[in-house]
């Protein structure tokens, strides 16, 4: 038997924009995972495309995640954070000279000029165009995800804010690329019976489930997780191979936690003397990840042996061909029961690759030329899979997701964020209201009810629940979800008395200015009533 192999990146991060301050703390979250893991993702997909080594992956880049990419104003100051990264890099080299050290710091460094040079150079700062092309190339297929990356579950009962999400990003996703063949992201893969409608309504043709949506669905699964299925409307899933991506995954017993690999919280901005180390963190004297690590994980203390590049080099490669052994065991196990050749959707973040598993990119890069040269193993795309095989069984999903307990209590926890929803909903029935009261609206009322119409999508982000819910950045997530309240209170609060706060308007049209397409009037549940605008002629690329 043949193993399809059917690998999505999930890249992602959270709407963080703050051009009030000259410098915000957590902007370096887009910055760390350019430098870490999208620019060399890229390199290294564009040198295997060079070389002609054949290759099939998927990725769904987050609206938000583009709207950061090409932004102005991140990308100045991305350009700022690479150069004084570099200027570290330069003083590190000087610093450890004759130290076992010093080689891995001129690695970092030589690794910081060429990302540097390649975004700057190369791709003149245009890093989605680099997706882009590899899209038209076929090496990869680009998916969208919810314009927020919103845990869709929690707002099943809010049917127009849920399909805000969906066809805001669909939209998005169509003004971005090229090319776009309706695969759409659950975001933590948070499904509900129902949503299948929503999806299909914007001609999205396949979607991404964990394994429990089938197993738990009311009918019987034929296949397990190694096939697909299809809803009876016709959106075609595909349930995440749980055993497999953990392999990767797993924090504790995956591949990431390998000895000899570099590790990540062991960093020179919390080690070395606030004399040296404060021109390269936060004021005042906020220490941050630097990303010059010099220890590999070792094990459970704090003696840390010097990290290796070439142990960790060999060691990923050995990985790369064990994760295929562990692929080719799993068909030989079905041999004879599955009346089909097996697929495998094995799904992570992208941010794992380079940031958090520092030797995670070469790994990927190892199983791709391992896998192009065998014949029992194809790397492939959900839509190149279906354009072959048409045989799906109809099935009803579950409700499900990839949380922790494998259903809502991640976003949805008594203990940490679960007071926060009800005001989220309040702020919802508002925007409908507002949509509702005043439909068409032109000029300056049109901008305020537009810019209400972006807080409200960017209140439903799954980042602020779940940071919440981990004490992971909470006082930053509590703000960001009082502040979108607060600002479609005031919108609502000046609407109602028929007046626009213009000071307001200008400020947050500046500071939060994603979606530059939206139309309030999508939040007006008479606009599902109208055929979805992907298949207007101003968006017809789909």
Known sequence: MKSYLNLIFNSHLPFVRHPEYENFLEEDWLYEAMNESYIPLVRMLNRLHAEDVPFKLTFSISPTLSSMLSDPLLKERFAAYMEKHIELGEKEVNRLQGKAE????????????????????????????????????????????????????????????????????????????????????????????????????????????????????????????????????????????????????????????????????????????????????????????????????????????????????????????????????????????????????VSWDTELFGHWWFEGIQWLENLIREASTRTDIQLTTPTEYLSQFEDLQTLRPSFSSWGDGGFSQVWNDHSTNAWLIKHIYKSIEHMQELSVRFPRQTSLKNRFLTQAARETLLLMASDWPFMIHNHSTEEYALKRITGHIENLNLVYDNMSKNAVNTEWLVKAEKRNNIFPFIDYNIFNPEHLKEPSLVYTSEYQKI
């Not at 690794?111 to 882009?132: H, M, Q, V």
């Open 102 to 345: 010093e080689k891995i710091a001129r690695m970092y460094l030589q690794a910081l000029n060429e990302n540097y040079s390649f975004w700057r150079d190369e791709c003149r700062t245009d890093l989605l165009e680099e997706f882009n092309k590899l899209n038209n190339e076929g090496c990869i297929e680009l998916i969208t995800t919810a314009a927020t990356h919103s845990y869709l579950p929690l707002f099943k009962n809010f049917e127009v804010a849920t399909n805000a999400q969906i066809e805001t990003a669909v939209i998005n996703q169509i003004t971005t690329f090229d090319r776009y063949n309706g695969g759409f992201w659950l975001p933590e893969c948070g499904f509900y019976p129902g949503l299948e409608e929503s999806l299909k309504r914007h001609n999205v043709s396949w979607t991404s489930l964990s394994a429990q949506a089938f197993v738990l669905s009311e009918d019987k699964v034929l296949r397990g997780n190694y096939a697909p299925v299809r809803c009876p409307n016709g959106l075609n899933c595909f349930a995440r191979d749980y055993n497999l991506s953990s392999l990767v995954w797993a924090s504790d017993e995956g591949y990431p936690a390998d000895p000899d690999y570099r590790e990540f919280y062991r960093d020179i901005g919390y080690d070395l003397p606030l004399d040296y180390i404060s021109p390269y963190i936060h004021e005042p004297n906020v220490r941050v990840f630097t990303g010059f690590k010099y220890w590999a994980i070792t094990g459970n203390t704090a003696d840390k042996v010097v990290y290796s590049p070439e142990k960790a080099s060999r060691k990923a490669k050995l990985h790369a061909s064990n994760f295929l052994y562990h692929v080719k065991r799993r068909t030989e196990s079905v041999n004879g029961i599955l009346d089909i050749d097996p697929c495998y959707t």
